[in-house]
């Protein structure tokens, strides 16, 4: 079920008024009932999977909590493994399979391995992390396992944020599942109005710019470098819109009820360098990354050689999380490279100290653009179908001439429309970050100019949100 269809606005209605009208010790059931839904929405078969894993970790937590030493050790490395399990052989087993052939290939041998054909859960990634996480906390002594067998699966099912995030810790969401929220209009109007915000990214701005970086992408030998550096720019803000406007529909609509999830980005392309970038930009992944993967192998508290390796191989990984394909490892590596090269130039150059005040604007704004160039480099492998097709695209936009005509498939006029729509994107985002609704005439205003500047200004086709891929 798609967050940008008629089909989940109705679900929605429907659920959110079900829930205020149900005493509290029945609303687990009628949100697990709904998630459960909402998932099977999709691919019926594939809720098998997350009830195989939620059985699974249930269990490994108690068992975690009740014992000590390596039994304690060994029920979360199996809960580990399940999890990893399901994700190698759904998401990465052909990849791997693949790579093996080519090197058959090469030694003029088969690979007896078969090929799976299989379709990818959607949203394992998030719903397969979000349920480690849980193991790992109760593993740390950070969270206590959750008995109610029912609350631990709403946990992991919760639909607003069960197939793209953002990924939640135990500490923050399950006790929520035991709060009695009441029904609270303000914070209904603020739920609704990030809601409306989410759904103006999405169809608005998203799927408007995916209509000229799918052409030009899609049609690469016969695009030239000033339509390629259009449709990267464009892509840039596309994939920002698309997945913080699924987050924003997520929080909203979580909040709606009165579940408060975190926040998953903060204007990630004001940027200065590209580490305040993943301190802004998918902020529950990259902490996750941060807790689970970085601070374990030694955090900042190792020699400068091993740091800079632990902060290629996250990346890396990464990037491995978000695609079986070369093209997201590179694009991993490519932010690890960035991160190593501003650590190894911070400790041998000290930039001068700049006392003007306009030198010091002048340099921030030059930090900033600096930054979107290189993060908007890194998404064309991130977009690209595969490697060959990525370096055509840096050749041609490096043999860029400004004899070049824009081969698109929007006119002169949609075009400047949608670089009016970053821009009024940024300026939001920047000065008014949560939109105020204390006044129920400014939110009337407010929620019905975006519900119809969104049916006026969209584009309706029902585009899948790009990281329910992943």
């Given at each position: 079920m798609l967050f940008n269809s008629l089909q989940f606005i109705l679900f929605f209605i429907i659920v959110s008024i079900a829930y205020f009208n149900l005493k509290h010790k029945y609303r687990w059931m009628l949100l697990l009932f709904a998630s459960s839904y909402f998932y099977m929405a999709f691919v019926p078969i594939y809720i098998l999977i997350l009830g195989c894993t939620i059985v699974v970790d249930y269990f490994a937590g108690i068992l975690i909590e009740k014992t000590?030493?390596?039994r304690r050790k060994m029920f979360l490395i199996l809960s580990l493994c399940v999890n990893i399990g399901f994700l190698m052989v759904f998401k990465y087993y052909n990849f791997i399979n693949n790579n093996i052939s080519q090197i058959f290939g090469i030694l003029n041998?088969?690979?007896?391995?078969?090929?799976?054909?299989?379709?990818?859960?959607?949203?394992?990634?998030?719903?397969?992390?979000?349920?480690?996480?849980?193991?790992?906390?109760?593993?740390?002594?950070?969270?206590?396992?959750?008995?109610?067998?029912?609350?631990?699966?709403?946990?992991?099912?919760?639909?607003?944020?069960?197939?793209?995030?953002?990924?939640?810790?135990?500490?923050?969401?399950?006790?929520?599942?035991?709060?009695?929220h009441k029904y609270d209009f303000e914070r209904i109007k603020k739920g609704l109005l990030q809601m409306a915000w989410g759904f103006f990214k999405k169809i608005?701005?998203?799927?408007?710019?995916?209509?000229?970086?799918?052409?030009?992408?899609?049609?690469?030998?016969?695009?030239?470098?000033?339509?390629?550096?259009l449709a990267t720019v464009f892509y840039s803000f596309q994939i920002y819109c698309d997945f913080s406007g699924y987050s924003d529909i997520a929080i909203g609509?979580?909040?709606?009820?009165?579940?408060?999830?975190?926040?998953?980005?903060?204007?990630?392309?004001?940027?200065?360098?590209?580490?305040?970038?993943?301190?802004?930009?998918?902020?529950?992944?990259?902490?996750?990354?941060?807790?689970?993967?970085?601070?374990?192998?030694g955090g900042n508290r190792v020699s400068l050689p091993k740091l800079c390796f632990n902060l290629f191989l996250v990346f890396v990984i990464s990037g491995l999380w978000h695609g079986a394909n070369w093209t997201f490892i590179i694009w991993g590596a490519l932010h690890g490279f960035y991160l190593i090269f501003a650590i190894i130039k911070n400790k041998h150059i000290n930039p001068p100290s700049v006392k003007s005040k306009f030198l010091r604007i002048?340099?921030?704004?030059?930090?900033?653009?600096?930054?979107?160039?290189?993060i908007s480099f890194a998404w064309i492998f991130f977009?690209?179908?595969?490697?060959?097709?990525?370096?055509?695209?840096?050749?041609?936009?490096?043999?860029?001439?400004?004899?070049?005509?824009?081969?698109?498939p929007l006119n002169k006029l949609e075009i400047a429309f949608s670089f009016?729509?970053?821009?009024?994107?940024?300026?939001?985002?920047?000065?008014?970050?949560?939109?105020?609704?204390?006044?129920?005439?400014?939110?009337?205003?407010?929620?019905?100019?975006?519900?119809?500047?969104?049916?006026?200004?969209?584009?309706?086709?029902?585009?899948?949100?790009?990281?329910?891929?992943?």
């Open positions: 000590s030493g390596k041998k088969t690979n007896p391995l078969p090929y799976l054909s299989i379709l990818l859960p959607i949203g394992l990634s998030f719903h397969t992390f979000q349920a480690m996480s849980y193991t790992i906390e109760v593993y740390r002594g950070n969270q206590k396992s959750e008995r109610h067998f029912g609350i631990y699966a709403l946990y992991v099912m919760f639909y607003p944020q069960l197939v793209a995030g953002p990924i939640e810790r135990p500490q923050n969401l399950i006790h929520q599942f035991y709060t009695n608005v701005i998203a799927d408007r710019l995916a209509q000229i970086v799918d052409y030009s992408y899609t049609n690469v030998p016969s695009q030239n470098g000033l339509s390629l550096i609509s979580a909040r709606v009820m009165g579940f408060k999830l975190m926040n998953n980005f903060r204007t990630p392309y004001l940027a200065k360098n590209v580490s305040e970038f993943w301190q802004r930009w998918h902020i529950s992944l990259s902490t996750w990354f941060k807790d689970y993967l970085y601070i374990p192998l002048l340099n921030k704004y030059i930090q900033v653009i600096t930054t979107f160039v290189l977009r690209s179908v595969n490697v060959k097709s990525a370096w055509e695209i840096i050749l041609k936009i490096f043999s860029v001439s400004f004899r070049d005509s824009l081969l698109t009016f729509l970053i821009i009024f994107l940024i300026f939001k985002e920047k000065y008014f970050f949560e939109l105020n609704s204390k006044s129920n005439v400014k939110f009337i205003f407010v929620f019905l100019g975006l519900i119809l500047c969104t049916f006026i200004f969209g584009v309706f086709n029902q585009n899948q949100f790009i990281y329910f891929q992943f």
